[in-house]
């Protein structure tokens, strides 16, 4: 009986995505520059078929309509740098960004370790700068926490993280680098650099199939709540693997995902028909860990952090990359090291050309402290600035961690969006979830209330970085307009109210994947 039943009837989803869709709403911002406001779009075969002011006028018949009162659509958001499965994992786990101390982590360690199946906890978001402890918990508290199951909590920026003492005398940490140790050379259970990836990476094995799928399924189905149709996914060998990754890349999934494997590798990449190579391709560190490269030392260090390629290295990649017309995105933070990315793609673009070199669109993750007579010159290589402007609402401002690592002068030159913005450099919004939660209205936001007045942008500049930006950092021309030809990618808000704007539907190549009974129609 449900056989035959399958066989005469498409699924529902098929059926849905097959029907054409005519979206009615009190307004649609198009930024379409001939048609910039329109009341109604009508959407078949994945993409936008027509788009106008009276309903009554659209040419389809037997269309499903839906009214969108009170609700202004959208072309839908991107997030252009994401963790997903770990974001995932976070979202259906233990989220602990909101901690404000260690007693706080451990209650939370506490509470999740009666109610989450599975064996190993593992939690994400705890940022102790600000705590009154100053550190995160020890080795000794979480296995008391965690009552003997192994946890890992990794840190906000996801460059440290934090696990119990029976795991951390069983695994084989203690002669990695980045162990840290108490005055009498006992590791704390803090770990970073590769201590805090292999232990990322033994977590990972450890976790049951069925809560990796759940977090998959979780954080997608999150994102496309929030109006995203587009997630830019940071994968990599560490800590979730190349099986993972390639779960993202060809499952089906409610938002699309673009997939960009860390690893110099680029038969990898072509190996999966991708054009696109590294996100999380480490030219430095973090600021929290005072592993970003800087050109002078750090407030509060000894040191100015390190470049972690070498640039002959680093030029050899880039140059393959461009002639193979692939792009490649780098993990630059630091003045340091976005010199050495900017320098090495010039190299390049004497060997090649610079249209050669612009073609392939080179993206810099992160961006933030960027030498201001750099700008024209990333400008002229067509790089993207893919950009976190939530990382100055957390860490921006007086007595912030920026301004706690490398003094008043340079963090006020953190970030600076309103300069990259004016000399040309496409901006692309993204999340680094889970380092902050994908939420692109409170993106919006943190870039239009920078807290250096001089760094803001204005509210249009900051929505086009959320909707288009992430479209033209994928190198995806047929996306993030609404006009007829177009994917159909969309999302309606509802107007008014305080606060984030609701996300009331979400549209995915012209599939509904969010909001489709909260709708009349
Ligand atoms: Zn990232």
Redesign the pocket.
């Known amino acids: 009986m449900q056989a035959s039943a399958d066989r005469s009837e498409p699924p529902r989803a098929e059926r849905a995505a097959t029907q054409p869709v005519l979206l009615v709403a009190d307004r649609v911002r198009t930024l379409d520059p001939d048609r910039p406001t329109a009341r109604a779009v009508c959407c078949a075969g994945g993409r936008i078929t027509w788009v106008g002011d009276d309903p009554d006028d659209c040419p389809t018949r037997d269309v499903r309509r839906i009214d969108l009162d009170g609700a202004e659509l959208q072309p839908a958001f991107v997030d252009a ?1 994401v ?1 997903l499965t770990v974001t995932g994992l976070t979202l259906a786990g233990l989220d602990l960004h909101a901690c404000r101390t260690v007693e706080d982590c451990l209650a939370s360690v506490r509470a999740i370790a009666d109610v989450v199946p599975g064996h190993a906890i593992w939690g994400g978001g705890w940022d102790d700068f600000g705590w009154p402890e100053r550190r995160p918990p020890s080795a000794e508290e979480l296995a008391r926490a965690a009552e003997g199951r192994p946890v890992l909590l990794v840190r906000a920026d ?1 460059h440290a993280a934090v696990i119990d003492r029976v795991t951390l005398d069983a695994a084989p940490l203690s002669r990695c680098d980045g162990v840290e140790r108490d005055a009498v050379g006992r590791p704390t259970g803090l770990l970073r650099r590769e201590a805090a990836e292999l232990a990322r990476s033994w977590f990972r094995a450890e976790l049951p199939r069925t809560q990796l799928t759940d977090a998959r399924r979780t954080v997608v189905d999150h994102a496309a709540s929030l109006g995203i149709s587009s997630v830019h996914e ?1 994968g990599g060998p560490d800590p979730m693997g190349d099986d993972d990754f390639d779960a993202w890349l060809t499952g089906d999934w409610p938002v699309e995902v673009v997939g960009y494997w860390s690893e110099p590798d680029l038969d990898f990449v072509a190996a999966r028909g991708l054009t696109q190579v590294g996100g ?1 391709l480490l030219l430095d560190g973090t600021v929290a860990g005072r592993s970003a490269a800087l050109e002078s030392a750090y407030a509060d260090g000894v040191d100015a952090g390190h470049l972690y390629q070498e640039t002959s290295e680093l030029t050899d990649f880039l140059a393959r990359a461009v002639r193979a017309r692939i792009q490649v995105a780098l993990h630059c933070i630091g003045d340091r090291a976005i010199r050495q990315a900017v320098e090495a793609l010039e190299s390049v673009a004497e060997v090649t050309s610079s249209t050669a070199v612009r073609h392939t669109r080179p993206r810099f ?1 992160h961006c933030e402290l960027v030498p201001a007579a750099l700008l024209p010159r990333m400008a002229a290589l067509g790089v993207v600035a893919s950009v976190r402007p939530s990382f100055d609402a957390v860490w921006g401002g007086p007595g912030g961690l920026y301004e706690t690592r490398l003094g008043v002068g340079r963090s006020a030159g953190m970030n600076p969006l309103r300069a990259l913005s004016d000399a040309g450099v496409t901006l692309a919004f993204g999340s ?1 979830a889970d ?1 902050t939660p994908m939420d692109p209205w409170a993106a919006i936001g943190a870039a239009q209330r920078h807290h250096q007045v001089a760094a803001r942008l204005d509210p249009d500049t900051a929505w086009r970085a959320a909707v288009l930006g992430g479209r033209h950092a994928a190198r995806q021309h047929d996306a993030g307009v609404v006009r007829p030809g177009q994917r159909a990618d969309l999302a309606g808000f509802a107007i008014g109210g305080d606060g984030t704007p609701a996300c009331v539907l979400t549209v995915t190549r012209g599939r509904i994947v969010h909001g489709e009974q909260s709708v009349a129609g």
Request: aromatic residues 0%; negative net charge; hydrophobic residues 40%.
């Open positions: 740098h963790h996801g940071m999380a993750e680094d380092v």
